[in-house]
Nanobody
């Protein structure tokens, strides 16, 4: 059935980079807007970035703007999050979300830890 599988998380030093991937299956990926969210312990889940179904438009939270880039490859059913100049406050579980009208799907999340 429907699956969203995140990968690419891990431990990185401040100022470093990571690229997260989210592989989708079981639904019409190219019709869905895709988003990345993140959640740190004790904090609410927050939107990181969104990309439209065709990849023509993107939006970012202010704290991520200029450092993070969301992209998608509809031929591969995959959405990416390139994260540069990472800061300790970026430490969180990062989640992939697919949405179209009333249909919402979530991945299980991948841990990103930014620490010296």
């Amino acid at each position: 059935q429907v699956q969203l599988v995140e990968s690419g998380g891990g431990l990185v030093q401040p100022g470093g980079s990571l690229r997260l991937s989210c592989a989708a299956s079981g639904f019409a990926f190219s019709l869905y807007a895709m988003s990345w969210y993140r959640q740190a312990p004790g904090k609410v889940r927050e939107l990181v970035a969104t990309i439209t179904s065709g990849g023509g438009s993107t939006n970012y939270a202010d704290s991520m703007k200029g450092r993070f880039t969301i992209s998608r490859d509809n031929a591969k059913n995959t959405v990416y999050l390139q994260m540069n100049t990472l800061k300790p406050e970026d430490t969180a579980v990062y989640y992939c979300k697919a949405s179209m009208l009333m249909n919402i799907y979530w991945g299980q999340g991948t841990q990103v830890t930014v620490s010296s």
